[in-house]
């Protein structure tokens, strides 16, 4: 049984609470209605948004599906063109991996989360807003592409030369290029999210080793999304950059490499395949046990094979290519990972087979089970084939044929989209007046299982026999005909049991509260009863399955018994803990409902796609009144310390408001600085290897080069630049005092970090060098390029900063807002000098 | 009944780090086995093996005795958590993992380096 290291024999709260209590949190949580709907921030109105959405991207990436299916459901069909097909199944790739996959997962880290962390919402509710609908609207223009003619057509790995402009002409690529990597960021925001949440919003109690499995899969997919993420994002910029103003990165002649896409792309893509999986799993770790009325077996085991899993899986991008001529050693050490994360991953499946066993017969089998039996017989052959590819040898065979599609789609419909449906039948009733049917549900599970199987099956042996992958059609001489309208019948089946789904969401899913709270007899938190506040109060938390340990915990949180049973500050709040033993720290005054939020997403949007049918100058107006919109959104987050400290219960008496590195806005900007961290790490690494692949682009006579005065004065700048934010902070006035110092520091070291960027980029001019010649010249001014966009936003911060010092809201208390400016200016300020160092250093030393 | 006079602290990123030990040793093997192997072959072509086999052998076996002491002796990077604020329980909840995650590191560097000892230095077998 799970270890309880702290019963508390009182309680944080006495009954009666004061009459009144209750109403004022239902007044502060209400939901808006009509058209401020676009307003809402709860987490279960965001949650259901995000899922819905991530659904129905699903449903139309399946009938994109549908239509290949058909289309080679026979030899030599011409019911779509060869043009069409391969815009067919760029969008299916694309939008079940960016569109549907990965936001399903966020979605599921928005609405679970809060509820089974007891908390009140997320730590930035309007940044998960502003996330959906980025995605949402991003998303929708993007899909919609299809219907237009105007889809990207290069796969959903958009491999170069073939995307560049010479052989992709047109705005095609470009959609995929721009919207992606827009919705790319939406991912990025989420993650920050859900990192800042899981280590700061837990109960009181839940310290790291109680957290639920679901938590510590989020978080590993979090700090996935914080690494991997970027590496696609550069190759998005370097891509679209190259497309749009000729600079080589992938073109041989200009000494780029088309490779260096593939290492970059594949950096991101691998882990991906985890980033989708592992919270799948997490779900699978939270229905077992419940299920099998037993703790989980080997709740440690089965946290180190997460966090193990996340860390292999950024060893196998090479594992994609390795038909691309690499030498054999290099191609060992990929393999060698490849086979290694499967290590982890049977970690995980034998624990959940052992806790299924440990029930002896009291297993319960249901919708939700049978998903998960279903996932556990589809995962482990997809692992299986996974080391199959694994071996070099072997993938040199299978390589491109539909033997990789159905190993693909095993690993992925089996390790994430039976998990999700298990889900929608498991968690419905948390968020919906009546649970979803079990007849409609076995009828689901059976016809997609049985579809699945139909459809993927025989692609392993239509791989085997030579089939190739993304190909229009076949000749009737292949043999390959019968095997594929098996396929295609399969494809239809599992469309069935999807549609079978959609009509018992319609009959029996309506949003509002079971009348059971806890119908499955789960021991996790988000079984306690809620309202739109989540929970009454905030429970102390002693073990894993506190409702299975902890005797009436449901009757005490609904009466208010435990911490913060009330609304202190007359706001939006939640109790924020300490990162490993879930200590009270203080109370987080949260926003509610906006609009700045919603159009920050829309003019976001609106930018990126203007760009990307290169309608410039609206594009800017747009991309203005975004940062406008994200000004005013955040001038309100910092609300002071003026309402605290307020009393939680258990004689905490908690402050409202803190800085530095206790403070969730810190953790955030901390968050960031890794994400801006990744990012550059690859341009480092694209830096090297362009190096390697053609030193002759490179400068052969330092006298080529800037001479080390440009340098040295470049980093002098940027260095008196991350002083004056120092000495900023310093010279803050007291409450209630203004200092024209402060402003002025803070502007100078701006400043001064622009002029440094700009002295970066003119005196590579001066020497010649020209980014549209060669390869060189190109990951030079990308240098200058990346340190620019850092050293705008900091720009930016800083003219908020100085706003609001001259409002009165910058003092030497309320400092939040120019301590995340300053973290961000010295991590521009690193980031510059590690750049100055290879730029200005590294020619010199080859 | 606790009054909190001030904010709890803790700190984190030391536990996070210490935690993710083993992890971030295969990483590094992985890195310089991969980043070693690429550029020497690059620049010295024909004059790579040697190169390549004492840096990856000497890597690897630095790896793996890094790990072995994680295993074996976790104290040694134990000593470096010194916050006085942690439970037993969270102390030795942390203490399983890092050793666990050495162990399955273990398995990646080992696969990654006796690679070496099968498969031609610098050439493609394709």
Same mark, same amino acid.
């Given at each position: ?49 995000y ?30 063109s ?82 560049l ?51 510590w ?91 193990a ?75 299986l ?42 968690w ?60 295609? %019948?399969? &494809?239809?089946?599992?469309?069935? $049991?999807?549609?079978?789904?959609? +009509? #018992?969401?319609?009959?029996? !899913? =309506? ?46 949180v ?37 609009w ?5 997403a ?24 975004a940062?406008?919109?994200?000004? %005013?959104? &955040?001038?309100?987050?910092?609300? $002071?310390?003026?309402?605290?400290? +307020? #009393?939680?219960?258990?004689? !905490? =008496? ?15 900007m ?108 190109a ?37 939040a ?30 | 009944m ?47 093996d040697f ?35 942690r439970?037993?329980?969270t ?36």
């Amino acid at each position: 049984m799970t270890e309880i290291t702290e019963q508390k024999k009182a309680l944080p709260n006495t009954l009666p609470r004061p009459a009144g209590e209750e109403e004022q949190l239902l007044h502060i949580w209400a939901q808006p209605t009509g058209w401020r709907w676009f307003t809402a921030v709860n987490n279960t109105t965001i949650g259901l948004l995000y899922i819905g959405a991530a659904f129905t991207f699903f449903v139309l990436a399946g009938l994109v599906a549908l239509v290949m299916r058909t289309q080679l459901a026979v030899p030599e069909n011409h019911l779509v063109s060869q043009d069409l097909y391969n815009q067919l199944f760029t969008m299916h790739g694309t939008t079940m991996m960016f569109l549907f996959a990965v936001p399903a997962m966020e979605a599921l880290g928005v609405l679970l989360l809060p509820q089974m962390l007891a908390a009140r919402d997320l730590p930035f509710p309007r940044l998960s807003a502003f996330s959906v609908w980025a995605y949402i609207i991003g998303g929708s223009v993007f899909f919609s592409t299809i219907f237009y003619d105007l889809a990207p057509k290069g796969g959903w790995f958009m491999y170069t030369p073939l995307t560049l402009t010479e052989y992709s002409p047109g705005n095609n690529a470009d959609f995929w290029l721009l919207g992606i990597g827009f919705i790319e960021i939406s991912a990025i925001a989420g993650a920050i999210e859900i990192i800042v949440g899981i280590l700061r919003t837990r109960p009181p109690g839940m310290s790291l080793d109680k957290l639920p499995i679901f938590g510590w899969s989020m978080l590993v997919f979090a700090g996935m999304i914080v690494v991997a993420f970027p590496a696609v994002i550069l190759a998005t910029m370097f891509l679209e950059i190259e497309r749009s103003f000729g600079w080589p990165f992938f073109t041989a002649a200009g000494g780029g490499d088309p490779l260096l896409w593939q290492h970059l792309f594949w950096f991101f893509g691998h882990p991906e395949v985890y980033i989708i999986f592992l919270p799948a799993a997490g779900l699978v770790s939270m229905i077992v046990p419940t299920m099998a009325r037993t703790p989980l077996v080997g709740y440690k085991l089965i946290v180190v094979a997460l966090i193990a899993t996340g860390f292999f899986s950024f060893g196998l991008w090479v594992h994609h290519m390795f038909a691309t001529g690499i030498p054999s050693l290099s191609l060992a050490f990929f393999s060698a990972t490849s086979m290694a994360v499967a290590v982890p991953s049977g970690i995980q499946v034998f624990a959940w087979i052992a806790t299924i066993a440990s029930a002896k017969g009291r297993f319960q089998l249901n919708t939700p089970s049978l998903f998960v039996l279903g996932m556990l017989f589809i995962f482990t052959v997809g692992g299986l084939t996974g080391v199959m590819v694994a071996m070099v040898p072997f993938d040199w065979q299978a390589h491109d044929t539909h033997f990789v599609v159905a190993h693909l789609h095993y690993v992925l419909v089996g390790g994430m989209v039976f998990p999700l449906f298990a889900t929608f039948y498991y968690w419905a009733p948390m968020v919906s007046t009546q649970m979803l049917s079990e007849r409609l549900g076995k009828w689901t599970f059976w016809l997609m299982f049985i579809g699945f199987n139909v459809t993927f099956f025989h692609m392993h042996i239509t791989g085997l026999i030579g089939m190739p992958r993304r190909v229009w059609t076949y000749s009737e001489a292949s043999g390959l005909g019968p095997y594929n309208f098996a396929s295609t %019948v399969g &494809a239809y089946i599992i469309a069935a $049991g999807v549609l079978v789904f959609i +009509i #018992d969401v319609m009959r029996n !899913f =309506r949003v509002g509260r079971h009348g059971m709270s806890n119908p499955w007899r789960a021991g996790t938190l988000e079984w306690l009863p809620t309202d739109v506040y989540s929970t009454r109060s905030i429970p102390h938390v002693t073990s894993r399955e506190p409702l299975w340990d902890q005797a009436n915990l449901a009757e005490q949180v609904e009466s208010g018994e435990h911490y913060l049973p009330n609304a202190p500050t007359g706001g939006r709040e939640t109790i924020v803990t300490s990162a490993i033993e879930a200590k009270p720290q203080y109370i987080i005054q949260m926003l509610g409902p906006g609009w700045m939020h919603f159009f920050a997403a829309v003019f976001t949007a609106a930018c990126f796609l203007l760009l990307t049918i290169k309608v410039v100058v609206p594009a800017l107006v747009c991309g203005v009144l975004a940062i406008v919109c994200f000004l %005013v959104w &955040a001038w309100d987050l910092d609300k $002071g310390p003026a309402k605290g400290p +307020i #009393d939680i219960g258990a004689g !905490f =008496r908690l402050p409202v408001y803190v800085t530095g590195p206790v403070g969730h806005g810190w953790w955030a900007m901390v968050v960031l600085m890794l994400v801006a961290g990744s990012l550059y790490f690859a341009y480092l690494f694209s830096y090297l290897y362009t190096w390697t692949v053609s030193p002759g682009v490179w400068p052969s006579d330092a006298a080529n080069l800037p001479s080390l005065q440009w340098p040295a004065v470049i980093a002098l700048l940027f260095i008196a630049g991350a002083a004056f934010f120092a000495v900023a902070k310093a010279t803050l006035p007291e409450p209630g005092e203004k200092s024209l110092l402060t402003p002025l520091l803070v502007l100078l070291g701006a400043l001064l970090s622009v002029f440094a960027v700009y002295l970066e980029i003119r005196c590579q001019w001066q020497t010649g060098l020209n980014p549209v010649k060669s390869s060189y010249g190109a990951l030079v001014y990308m240098a200058g390029i990346l340190d620019g966009q850092l050293v705008f936003a900091v720009l930016m911060m800083s003219l908020f900063v100085i706003a609001r010092h001259f409002t009165g809201k910058l003092d030497r208390v309320r400092l939040a807002s120019l301590e995340n400016t300053n973290l961000l200016a010295y991590y521009t300020v690193a980031q510059a000098l590690i750049g100055l160092l290879v730029i200005h250093g590294f020619p010199r030393m080859i | 009944m606790a009054t909190s006079k001030q904010v709890f602290s803790e700190k984190f990123i030391g536990i996070a780090l210490l935690s993710l030990a083993g992890p971030f040793i295969w990483v590094v093997h992985f890195a310089v086995v991969y980043g070693v192997h690429h550029i020497v072959c690059v620049t010295l072509k024909n004059n790579a093996d040697f190169w390549v086999h004492i840096a990856i052998i000497v890597i690897t076996v630095a790896a793996l005795l890094a790990l072995l002491a994680l295993i074996i002796k976790p104290d040694i990077l134990q000593r470096l958590d010194r916050d006085q604020v942690r439970q037993e329980t969270t102390k030795e909840f942390f203490a399983g993992i890092m050793r666990l995650l050495a162990l399955l590191s273990v398995f990646g560097v080992l696969w990654s380096g006796i690679a070496l000892f099968f498969l031609p230095t610098c050439a493609s077998v394709t």
